[in-house]
């Protein structure tokens, strides 16, 4: 079942399937968003934007608009 990864649940983890690339920041790619890597919501800021994750063992923290172009894999 593909979602954007802004969908996902503190703690759930899912594969990354695809992203938009013209909408995703080059940081992203070099920090490992990239299909088939791992990804896990850790936190929601306390009004809701940015999202942190853990990308590929590394911690990140991607704005809700970013998040939307990433697809994921459950």
Avoid at 3 to 31: F, H, Q, R, W, Y
Wanted: charged share 20%; hydrophobic share 45%; proline share 5%.
């Amino acid at each position: 079942m593909e979602i954007c990864s802004s969908e996902l649940k503190i703690g759930e983890v899912a594969t990354i399937a695809s992203i938009n690339l013209d909408e995703i920041p080059l940081k992203l790619l070099e920090m490992g968003c990239l299909p088939g890597n791992s990804i896990t919501l850790i936190q929601v800021a306390p009004l809701g934007d940015p999202l942190y994750f853990n990308v590929n063992d590394s911690h990140v923290a991607i704005r809700i608009e970013t998040a939307k172009e990433i697809t994921v894999t459950k």
